[in-house]
């Protein structure tokens, strides 16, 4: 692939501005600067800096982040700072894939809300991750207004009645972790699912930080507002696993 085409999909700018980057010297590759934006390198693997900083090759984008509070999951905020400012200019500006431009995020954390976010131009992967037909554990530290006691740790496991749909929705794990704390594992997606499940138990959160994925746990040594490239094991550890199927009773045998 030619050198102005490869820094094209990583997102530095149109196919014009990359072969100028080349050009005028501010790229280079294995350590040399390479001044011909048609020379060709195999791209998987390659390392590269543009402006001295460095770079490598990504066919799609995986990333994690740990959101801050105080910030918006919105490309358009409205009050709050974006999340997407925490991100190098070139992860906002890949080219577009499918109907994704640039990363987004693979659903939403509230302004408030702290913890392990996922970010992709993968259409396909947010769309996996973010299918009801797929049971991906998502684990909550929360921190509440009011003592934590046992029965309310039970009608989370039982299952709670919020506001707008009459089946009960159900923690798939629920353990007091403090006297104003406890951890809360969810499978699915509702708009504000912890805070109103919470209020359903007549507590209130405080706080609330996304600590695990899956079986992706975010870094305990990755500050707020630091960002990272997903390896292929953490990949991995966000496979979705499908629900499994209703076992139906054998039909009676006939005599």
């Not at 749909?165 to 006297?179: F, I, L, N, Y």
């Amino acid at each position: 692939m030619q050198l102005q085409e490869i820094l094209y999909s990583q997102g530095f700018g149109t196919r014009r501005v990359c072969a100028g980057l080349v050009q005028q010297g501010h790229v280079t590759v294995g350590g040399e600067p390479v001044t011909d934006a048609s020379r060709d390198f195999d791209p998987q693997g390659l390392a590269f800096t543009v402006g001295g900083v460095p770079w490598s090759y990504h066919e799609l984008a995986y990333l994690m982040l740990n959101k801050p509070a105080g910030t918006e999951c919105s490309q358009k905020p409205s009050t709050y700072p974006s999340i997407y400012t925490l991100l190098p200019a070139p992860l906002r500006q890949r080219p577009q894939k499918g109907a994704v431009q640039g990363v987004q995020a693979v659903g939403r954390l509230d302004q408030d809300t702290t913890g392990l976010l996922l970010l992709t131009d993968d259409g396909q992967f947010i769309h996996r991750m973010n299918s009801p037909r797929h049971h991906v554990p998502k684990v909550y530290e929360v921190g509440t207004k009011h003592p934590v006691d046992e029965k309310q740790v039970a009608r989370l496991l039982e299952g709670v009645v919020l506001d707008d749909d009459p089946k009960p929705v159900r923690a798939a794990a629920c353990e007091k972790t403090g006297e104003c704390a406890l951890r809360l594992t969810l499978t699915e997606g509702k708009y504000h699912q912890v805070k109103r499940m919470l209020a359903a138990v007549s507590n209130r959160v405080e706080t609330l930080h996304r600590s695990r994925i899956g079986d992706l746990v975010l870094p305990a040594d990755m500050s707020p507002g630091q960002w990272r490239w997903l390896s292929q094991a953490d990949l991995d550890a966000l496979k979705p696993v499908k629900a499994p199927a209703p076992v139906k009773a054998a039909a009676p045998e006939t005599q």
